[in-house]
């Protein structure tokens, strides 16, 4: 049991990266639509390039969306409109004007025989107006055309009536108005017929549950194909130009090839087929950290990370189609790229946001399309893309991304219409939206760094603050430490631009380098300005020791100030496991019979490994030795340069940081032309 746990132990960073790997790959396929696919690829107007294909069964032809939304459209136009006739509406009105005249009547000491004909009238005017029809103003505003037939239903029936034979309250008010010229004989009649002016209300109401009931019956009768091939029919020819009812075909076609598909009895195979093509992407992403990366692959929490975005932007994608897929390219799949080269390099960037464009192009529409313009756009964010600590960078950077977008759709728009007539305006506001959405890069880098203990360009530039509170203190306590720390930093700056390397990285990691010695400044040469040199009261081991110690105590106060990771590595790194040479041969002449162990003398380590911990390194081996020169010229410049990187090679110091020959030479040539312009020879001024 214990020999099995060993070996758990022992490779728990491998296991790690395959429960990791696993754990995506599902997550990733149960994220995917759960449909079949088409084996033929295929867009409107171009030449169908695949053989002479015919119907491999009976199917109906759909229509197209538009055609479907035009036909519920002009249902909808069209449509007869339906009012409501409140019979009950004449009662009630009748009713009122009744008892309006029955409480008058004693008021005014009307007779019995006057007060049945003031009722008689009114119930004749009433009749008169509710046999034509009298309709609320509201309901005029649903009828532009006052010929248009509506349909009235009165309880169980409906019939067709002339839109103006309704009578209108101007009209209604007339009606009562020449009733009241008529009538003017009969005592009362006036002041009755005014009453009634204000009693009467509209019956016909426009009854817009009921139009709508009808018009939704008409469109769930509306047929969703128009016509049908037969299985064998030829249906396009290798060459035609694939549009019109051919395009409308072969839209029919692959409906209907997918659901048959993506049946029960095919779902597992499907599903199989979807986790091998993931899996394989997700393990040549694996295996480009393994082989270019070697460093990124062994850190299982920057793996994390790398799988992480991978997952969040397919992830996002994803909902994005499910809810509505015209929403397809406002997801802004750029800033994939953009966080992987903040935090790693362009290349990884590049690579990562290509694998991961192609396995979302395996489920969007338009694949090809897709594609292709979401890798051209991750190429321009990795040409453009660069120095985020300076503000103006990503918002050219997004502009110029934005307008690939969409001059690479306008392309595709005219190749497919075959004029510039048929643009979807839309989609360049998706763009606009895609490239405003890409400055959420800046708030996931930050967020990032404080999550997975990563750092970027942004953090670099803070830390490099020569007033921030640690490198404050280090030109206080060690003033000589920080002077020599800043000289380096110029080196290792100029020499990193020169071969490509992580110029902000390195002129950072070159700050904070030598911090350990501001705890025992007095200790190192550079802070000694009294001319006492307290190693003279010291045993040379003790004063290797203090010299040595300045590398662990750097790391113990980088940790406490809470410095990343890769600065701390230069501390690590600077001096590699290289000796204390004068305080080594000081302790051998002192004892010329005893075996003197060197590992007393030796830096702990480890060497570096990354370009810029060896840049470091020799600058920082170069700057300190330079100041040991009496009379510093190009020629004793240049063979010191030469012996100390030569030395250096020979005890193994680059071997694990991926440097070359030949950028070595370019450094050494970059130190030399740096160190020969601070030592130049100035003109003698006259007395």
Known sequence: MSTIINKLYQNNTIIYKVILFLVT??????????GGQFKYDFNNGQLWMHDNLYAPFDFAIQK?????????????????????NDIDVVTQVKDKYQKSVSLIKTTDSLTQQQVLELIEIGNKTI??????????????????????????RKGNEVADVLFHSFLSSKQ?????????????SVYGAKVFLNLLSEIVKPSI??????????????????????????????????????????????NSLKSESESQVWTESNYNWIIFGYTILVSIALLMLLLFLKKYRIEIYENNNKVTFIFFNVF????????????????????????????????????????????????????????FEFIYLHIIAGIVTILTVSELYKRANLFISVAQITGIYMLTYFAFSIIKEG?????????????????????????????????????????????????SKLLRELNEKAPGTFQHSMQVANLA????????????????????????????????????????????????????????????????????????????????????????YYFYMKEKELNPDSEVDIKKFQYQGPIPFSKETAILMMCDAAEAASKSLVKPNSLTISNLIDKIVSKQMADNQFLNSNITFKEIEIIKKVIKKKLMNIYHVRIEYPD
């Open 312 to 367: 969040s932007m397919i992830f996002i994608q994803t909902l994005v189609i499910k809810y509505n897929s015209d929403f397809l390219y406002v997801v802004p799949l750029s800033v994939l790229p953009i966080v992987l080269k903040a935090f790693f390099d362009a290349r990884l960037g590049l690579f990562t946001h290509v694998l991961t464009v192609l396995l979302l192009g395996y489920i969007v529409p338009d694949s």
């Open 205 to 250: 109401t426009f009854d817009e549950e009921y139009t709508q009931k009808v018009v939704n019956t008409e469109i769930k009768k509306i047929s969703y194909t128009k016509g049908k091939v037969a299985s064998g029919k030829l249906i396009i020819l290798k060459g035609d130009v694939v549009e019109g009812k051919k395009l409308a075909i072969l």
């Open 172 to 184: 209604v008010l007339d009606i009562i108005s020449n009733n009241l010229q008529e009538q003017e």
């Open 127 to 152: 009749n008169f107006i509710y046999d034509k029809g009298f309709f609320e103003v509201l309901s005029q505003d649903k009828i532009f055309n006052k010929n248009d037939i509506v349909a009235v």
């Open 25 to 34: 790959s599902v997550a990733i396929v149960y994220l995917f639509p759960k």
């Open 419 to 467: 004029n510039a007539s048929q643009i979807n305006g839309t989609y360049f506001l998706l763009f606009a939206a895609n490239g405003l959405l890409s400055f959420l890069s800046l708030i996931l880098i930050y967020m990032y760094e404080k999550l997975f203990g990563l750092v970027s360009d942004v953090t670099l530039l803070e830390l490099s603050n020569t007033n």
């Open 64 to 84: 197209s969306s538009e055609e479907i939304a035009n036909e519920k459209k002009e249902i909808e136009v069209n449509s007869k409109l339906y009012f409501l």
């Open 493 to 580: 700056e100029a020499a990193a631009n020169e071969i490509g390397a992580n110029s902000m990285l390195v002129r950072t990691g070159a700050l904070y380098h030598d911090i350990g010695k501001m705890l025992n400044p007095m200790y190192f040469i550079e802070n000694q300005s009294t001319g006492v040199n307290p190693h003279n009261d010291l045993s040379p081991r003790d004063s290797a020791r203090i010299i040595t110690d300045h590398v662990i105590k750097g790391v113990e106060l980088a940790k406490k100030y809470d410095l990343p990771d890769r600065l701390i590595d230069f501390i690590r790194t600077h001096h590699g496991t290289s000796l204390v």
